[in-house]
Every structure is written in structure tokens, then in C-alpha cells.
């Protein structure tokens, strides 16, 4: 493995019986970039990532994250990887201290080094008086920017992020990317899908899956002379149009 790809996917292939979820997708993302995987619903996205992640076997193809296959190695995967998703990434009925520390015990980390870092974690985000709130009092943008802060709580290679800001207000948007550049500068790696076009020009590149294919892959400059766009969301547009199948 090339020390400056932290992922790496050769012809990856995932079929349910006759239907091909992803097709032959073959790409590869380096250390510390931020990386947006974009498609519309349907496209084969999420089953993508869940291949990425060791959540699913490949039907076919090759690849490794953070250095572990994916075909033998899923487990390791998970504990070197962070996950964020839009619809479970915190427990209701936890409070926020109990949170930092379920999922410090989960990624293995040691029991000193989880209080230790929880007191810094809670003061960067200013939520020392909230130490002992249950997290579904917390505002949604507030859940968002602990959600992301429990994800990499353990330093981790990489951290996957699954439309991370969806119905957050465009204020708070703007405060979660400050905190994704923040990670990338540490050497974090982000894989980030997203709704937003905006937020695609914030990516260091760019992949949008049509149909279960990688149909462009650059920056976002790029992507937009490729294509005569004034925006990524012009550039999403024209792509998805070729799209022949539907979202279940």
C-alpha cells in the first residue's frame, strides 16, 4: 500500500441477487484530504461506503482502508476508522459525558486516556455546562458537532461521514466544515457524502457515482471547466440525468 493513500478500491463490486448496487468502482483517497462521494438517491453511495467501512463484504474487486483489506480484514477496519452518520451516531438517553466515554471504550481506548480527553473534548466545545445534559436535550447542531467529535475521539486514520449536516442551519454548516479542515490539518482523513453542492466545493476532490458507477472523479475546479459549470451543483445536475435506474 502506497503510505500516502490511506484508501484504495480496485473494480469493487457489490450485488444483490441480479440487481449491481456498485459496478466495478475503482478510486483511491490520501491522508489528510478531504475526499465528498456524491451521488443522487439510488446511485449505490451508501452501499459503497458500507463496503468501505467492513460493514459489507464485496461481491467482487479488491481494496484496503487504513491499510487492512476489506475482504479479511473488516474488523480491524472498524477500529480504525470513525463513523458518522445523519441518523444514529448518539445515544437519546445518554448524557454527553456518558457518550464521549461509550464510544472511547468501543474504539479501545484506555480508561485514563478517555476521562483525560473527554475534559479537553468538552472544553473545545464549550460544552462544559452541558457535561451532564441527557444529548436529546441538545439543539441539532449541537448533537451534529459532538456526533463528529465522538467519531474522532480516537484519532483515527479516517472518518466517514454520512450527510453529516443534514437540516442543520447554514450557520452551523459553516461551523461543522471548520471543524472537518481542523481534522484534515491533524493528518485525519475525510470521507464526507453530502446533499449540499455547496459543501462539495469545499472537498479537496470529488467523486459522483451515477448508477452504481464512478462517473468523475477531480477537484472541484476541475470538474467545473470539464464540464461548463458555474457551480458543483451545475456539474451534479448534468450527471445525474444520465441516471436510467431509480431509488427503491
Given amino acids: 500500500m502506497n503510505e500516502n493513500k490511506v484508501i484504495e478500491v480496485s473494480k469493487l463490486t457489490k450485488k444483490f441477487g441480479n440487481f449491481t448496487a456498485v459496478d466495478h468502482i475503482s478510486f483511491d483517497v490520501r491522508k489528510g484530504e478531504i475526499f465528498g462521494f456524491l451521488g443522487a ?7 459503497a461506503m458500507q463496503m468501505l467501512c467492513g460493514i459489507s463484504k464485496p461481491t467482487s474487486g479488491k481494496g484496503t482502508v487504513a491499510g487492512f483489506d476489506i475482504l479479511k480484514e473488516n474488523e480491524k477496519i472498524k477500529h480504525n476508522i470513525g463513523y458518522m452518520s ?4 448518539l445515544y437519546e438517553d445518554l448524557k454527553v459525558w456518558e457518550n464521549i466515554r461509550l464510544f ?19 472544553y473545545r466545545l464549550k460544552f462544559e455546562k452541558e457535561r451532564d445534559t441527557m444529548v436529546k436535550s441538545l439543539p441539532l447542531g449541537w448533537k451534529q458537532k459532538l456526533a463528529f467529535s465522538v467519531a474522532i475521539f480516537h484519532t483515527p486514520q479516517i472518518v466517514f461521514l454520512d450527510e453529516p449536516t443534514g437540516g442543520v442551519d447554514p450557520a452551523m454548516r ?22 449540499y453542492m455547496d459543501e462539495a466545493e469545499y472537498c479537496n476532490r470529488v467523486s459522483i457515482m451515477v448508477d452504481g458507477r464512478i462517473d468523475a472523479l477531480d477537484t472541484p475546479i476541475n470538474l467545473k471547466e470539464m464540464y461548463l459549470a458555474q457551480s458543483m451543483d451545475e456539474v451534479f445536475r448534468k450527471l445525474a440525468r444520465k441516471a436510467t435506474r431509480v431509488e427503491n
Avoid: C, P
Avoid at 439510488?42 to 452501499?47: P, Q, R, S, Y
Avoid at 479501545?108 to 473527554?118: P, R, S, V
Fill in 174 to 195: 459553516r461551523q461543522f466544515w471548520e471543524m472537518i479542515y481542523e481534522a484534515s490539518d491533524q493528518g485525519i482523513t475525510v470521507f464526507v457524502t453530502t446533499h
Fill in 86 to 89: 445523519q441518523k444514529f451516531s
Fill in 41 to 47: 438517491n439510488g446511485a449505490g453511495k451508501t452501499t
Fill in 104 to 122: 472511547g471504550g468501543i474504539y479501545g481506548m484506555k480508561e485514563n486516556e478517555i476521562n483525560e480527553k473527554t475534559d479537553e473534548l468538552l
